[in-house]
């Protein structure tokens, strides 16, 4: 579920803020390996919260047909990552926090009603992730974020209601090593290069 902040109309020349907040989850099958190398099959869950401020410029808007703005955002995404246990391998909770600006365009037809998507990329300012199991947090770095949507635009009385589909890709290199005792034992820890590829639905409100 996404909770919007107040929508303008699009078909305008001045700039103005865009807030929104999203709560969100899910399950995904995760196909890996212990950190000795043993394959590892289980599922993995997803939860957490995300809220976004974007600066929207509007850039061409025609009443009869289209409109087009370019925005800069900054967001900030937390979410638990809970890898289930196995009789293979030991499941434990990681604990994300990215904060990460974003630049990019929407297009959409009509207001209130009607449709609007977007494209954008951007970066990570900070990254942490922090692994209940060896008690440490690592600082991966994200280097490449992209991602697409496509909305429909619904009214009934004073909300405007959005349903539509997303996808989200987002890159980090691997994080510089941090101690950790394990088993009575001093050792490195670190995140992996990794990769997110995230498609999904979603139903707003904007009020």
């Keep these: 579920m996404e909770i919007h902040g107040t929508e303008k ?16 989850s899910g399950s995904v099958d995760y196909n890996g390996q212990t950190m000795d ?60 926090f990215v904060l990460s600006w974003k630049t990019g365009i929407k297009i959409g037809r009509g207001y209130p009603e009607g449709f609007k998507g977007s494209f954008w990329l951007g970066s990570s300012f900070l990254t942490t992730n922090t692994v209940d199991l060896f008690g440490v947090t690592v600082e991966p770095q994200g280097t490449l974020f992209l991602g697409a949507d496509f909305k429909l635009l619904n009214r009934l009385g004073e909300y405007l209601f959005e349903e539509g589909l997303f996808v989200r890709y987002r890159h980090w290199d691997k994080s510089p090593a941090e101690l950790a005792i394990v088993d009575n034992s001093l050792m490195s820890v670190w995140q992996p290069e990794s990769e997110e590829l995230t498609f999904g639905v979603f139903v707003g409100i904007t009020f």
């Design 37 to 96: 190398g043993t394959p590892s099959k289980t599922n993995v869950n997803y939860k957490g919260i995300r809220s976004e401020v974007a600066l929207n410029f509007p850039l061409y808007a025609n009443e009869n047909t289209f409109w087009s703005i370019v925005f800069f955002s900054i967001e900030g995404d937390r979410w638990d990552r809970d890898i289930v246990s196995t009789s293979q391998a030991l499941g434990y909770l990681e604990k994300w």
């Design 9 to 24: 109309n699009p078909y305008q020349k001045e700039p103005y803020l865009y807030p929104t907040v999203a709560i969100y």
